[in-house]
């Protein structure tokens, strides 16, 4: 078994666990004290509530003053955070019938306060205030019931720890580092998404030395996938898989994405944290989540779409409504997403694929009326065609060497898909 050094070299030749490539889809669980408030102005993150309430004259400070008083501080959100309606299963069935095949919930936030019994954050954790939970356990349990793998976002720095803000790399060695080996040997996930880690270098971080012990010391090291949020400058560098946030890298760095796979993480809406603020517009539709899965994976990566449950632990009816139609859509196309790789970029824009087992697929983003050349596959005698979702017979010919597909007359009601329709080539 090979061993990692604590050096980047040795590091990033760690490859990225297949089962995470073959994954495609995997669920970002964004909940906690911000989660009482759920409140930021529009197009921010509530989850940085916290922050935005420490900035002078700030909407979300006029908002705090006014609702909550001056004297409400924002640990006092702790008595309303209760969860009474949560329900650790329901979500794992939800997740499971999504099409999902993981999580990551935010164990511990910029905020510091963590969502499972710990030793590192006394009386700041969801255990020993508030609720008297460790969600962590609730949800691992519920969803490796039901076939889906549990893994957790966990931030590197914390706003306002005393700590950090005396000596970052003090703070790292007894703090970040200790609470990061108890996550992972209490609760095993399979996915570590790191944030917060840009204020300082990875090398005060220490993150190639807790790299080192994660592949080859720890109980997970033989299938955990980190990301690259191990220090300034090393997202689309260094680390596991690569993160893009609503489309950005989150560097000003030219970086080549290509070179490892990826992963993009987004909610629904403007938010990861509930906003309350935001409706229906905000959100992305059925059709454009599908359309936005379909890209990606025909690109080499990921989505890892989130949602923002409220503080009574429920989950937004809209989230659940786009979380359902995503999965009622992988029900019937989901052997062109999962497993599949990469094909090549599409001349068409309204057109890409993926291959796998040797076939490939072609997803429509219209519906394809009547006759459809794809420019980009070659034309084959012996070439079978099936339109997933379907039981229509399709026509291939030969169209100046390129494949011409000739689509009948479908009745919709006798069709199984919708956004997006998929066609297997073999």
């Not at 008083?69 to 969860?83: E, I, N, S």
């Not at 998404?193 to 220490?206: A, I, K, L, N």
């Not at 030395?209 to 109980?219: A, I, P, V």
């Not at 980009?376 to 060497?401: F, H, M, P, T, W």
Request: with cysteine; glycine share 8%.
């Amino acid at each position: 078994m090979k061993r990692y050094e604590s050096n980047w070299e040795s590091i990033n030749s760690r490859p990225v666990p297949q089962w995470f490539q073959d994954a495609k889809f995997g669920i970002f669980i964004h909940w906690g004290l911000y989660s009482v408030p759920a409140y930021n102005k529009k197009g921010s993150y509530t989850e940085w509530y916290q922050h935005a309430l420490n900035q002078e004259g700030s909407p979300t400070q006029q908002f705090h003053e006014r609702v909550y008083g001056k004297d409400f501080k924002y640990q006092d959100f702790v008595k309303d955070f209760k969860a009474e309606l949560f329900d650790a299963e329901e979500w794992a069935q939800l997740f499971k019938n999504s099409g999902a095949k993981y999580i990551n919930l935010v164990s511990k936030h910029h905020d510091g306060f963590c969502m499972y019994k710990t030793d590192y954050a006394w009386n700041w954790n969801s255990f020993d205030v508030g609720p008297h939970r460790d969600f962590c356990a609730e949800l691992k349990k519920a969803v490796e019931k039901v076939g889906v793998r549990f893994g957790v976002y966990h931030s590197v720095y914390e706003w306002y720890n005393p700590l950090y803000l005396k000596d970052p790399e003090e703070y790292a060695l007894k703090h970040f580092i200790p609470m990061m080996k108890e996550l992972v040997e209490k609760y095993q996930p399979w996915t570590i998404f790191t944030d917060g880690e840009w204020e300082q270098s990875d090398t005060v971080w220490h993150s190639t030395q807790l790299l080192e012990w994660l592949y080859n010391e720890s109980s997970v090291r033989d299938f955990v996938v980190p990301n690259d949020r191990w220090g300034k400058g090393t997202r689309g560098k260094n680390g596991g898989n690569f993160t893009t946030e609503y489309g950005s890298i989150g560097t000003e760095d030219k970086v080549d994405l290509n070179s490892r796979y990826r992963e993009e993480c987004r909610g629904s809406g403007a938010s990861f944290g509930l906003n309350r603020i935001e409706n229906t517009d905000d959100y992305l539709s059925a059709k454009e989540l599908v359309d936005l899965l379909v890209d990606l994976v025909s690109s080499g990566s990921n989505l890892l779409l989130n949602i923002g449950p409220a503080a009574d632990g429920t989950i937004p009816v809209i989230m659940q409504e786009r979380l359902l139609q995503l999965g009622k859509w992988l029900s019937v196309n989901g052997e062109g997403i999962y497993c599949s790789k990469r094909y090549k970029d599409s001349t068409q824009k309204d057109v890409c694929y993926t291959q796998r087992d040797g076939s490939v697929y072609a997803f429509f983003k219209h519906f394809p009326m009547g006759e459809k050349v794809l420019e980009d596959i070659e034309y084959r005698d012996d070439i079978k065609l099936c339109l997933l979702g379907s039981s229509v017979s399709l026509q291939a010919e030969n169209e100046g060497g390129r494949l011409k597909v000739k689509f009948p007359p479908i009745n919709p009601d006798e069709l199984d898909s919708e956004y997006v329709y998929t066609l297997k080539i073999s």
